[in-house]
C-alpha cells in the first residue's frame, strides 16, 4: 500500500505569516490529492482536491500544488481561525490514506 | 443540501459488536460511495473502507478485514458500519463520509467532500 507522510508535525506561525505544509506519497497518485483541515472537536472540512483545485466557499489565502509523490499546502496569511490540523489524503484507490496531520497553532 | 446523519454514542464492552448507521439526505443516496473513518482520541484520521450503495459491493482496509461488514438499506437511504470483537483500542469516534460517483457495479475513486457528525464508540468493560 502507498504510505502518506506530512512534515513538519507541528508548526506555530504568527498571525499572518506565510505557512506551508509538505505531503509526500510512497509512490506516484497523479494528482489525487486531497488536504482537510480538522478544527479543535469538530468534522474534518474538504479543503482542496485533485492537489490544487479550491473546495467551494473555501478562503483564498489556501492553495495547494504539486504531483505525483510530493505536495504542498499553503496559507498565505495565518489567520487565528486557521488553527486546526491539516490531513493530506490519497484518493487514486482504495486504500485511501491519510497522512499523520500537522498541527498549526498561533505563536 | 446534503446531510449525513450519524446514529448516538455508543459503550460496548470488549468482545461485543457495535453497528454505527449513517443515515443519507439531499442527493441520490445510489450515487455515491459512503467511506468509514475513525479517529481516536488525539489520534489521527484512519480510513476504515468504503461501500458502493447500489451494489453492496465493499472494499475494507486490511487491518480491518473479518472484524468490519459495511451495509446498506437503500429504502431509507442509510447506510451502516458494524465492527465485531471489539477491544479497548477501538475507542474512538467514528465518521461517515460521501466518497466517489457509483454506477450500478462500480464507483470512482474521490475525495470526501461532505462527512457525518461522528459517532463515538466507546470500549469498556
Known amino acids: 500500500d502507498i504510505q502518506m507522510t506530512q512534515s513538519p508535525s507541528s508548526l506555530s506561525a504568527s498571525v499572518g505569516d506565510r505557512v506551508t505544509i509538505t505531503c509526500r506519497a510512497s509512490q506516484g497518485i497523479s494528482n489525487y490529492l486531497a488536504w482537510y483541515q480538522q478544527k479543535p472537536g469538530k468534522v474534518p472540512k474538504l479543503l482542496i482536491y485533485a492537489a490544487s483545485t479550491l473546495q467551494s466557499g473555501v478562503p483564498s489565502r489556501f492553495s495547494g500544488s504539486g504531483s505525483g509523490t510530493d505536495f504542498t499546502l499553503t496559507i498565505s496569511s495565518l489567520q487565528p481561525e486557521d488553527v486546526a490540523t491539516y490531513y493530506c489524503?490519497?484518493?487514486?484507490?482504495?486504500?485511501?490514506?491519510f497522512g499523520p496531520g500537522t498541527k498549526v497553532d498561533i505563536k | 443540501q446534503v446531510q449525513l446523519v450519524q446514529s448516538g454514542a455508543e459503550v460496548k464492552k470488549p468482545g461485543a459488536s457495535v453497528k454505527v448507521s449513517c443515515k443519507a439526505s439531499g442527493y441520490t443516496f445510489t450515487s455515491y460511495d459512503i467511506n468509514w473513518v475513525r479517529q481516536a482520541t488525539g489520534q489521527g484520521l484512519e480510513w476504515m473502507g468504503w461501500m458502493n450503495p447500489n451494489s453492496g459491493n465493499t472494499g475494507y482496509a486490511q487491518k480491518f478485514q473479518g472484524r468490519v461488514t459495511m451495509t446498506r438499506n437503500t429504502s431509507i437511504s442509510t447506510a451502516y458500519m458494524e465492527l465485531s470483537s471489539l477491544r479497548s483500542e477501538d475507542t474512538a469516534v467514528y465518521y461517515c463520509?460521501?466518497?466517489?460517483?457509483?454506477?450500478?457495479?462500480?464507483?470512482?475513486?474521490?475525495?470526501?467532500?461532505?462527512w457525518g457528525q461522528g459517532t463515538l464508540v466507546t470500549v469498556s468493560s
Open positions: 463520509a460521501r466518497g466517489g460517483y457509483c454506477s450500478s457495479t462500480s464507483c470512482y475513486s474521490r475525495y470526501f467532500d461532505y
Open positions: 489524503q490519497k484518493y487514486n484507490s482504495a486504500p485511501h490514506t
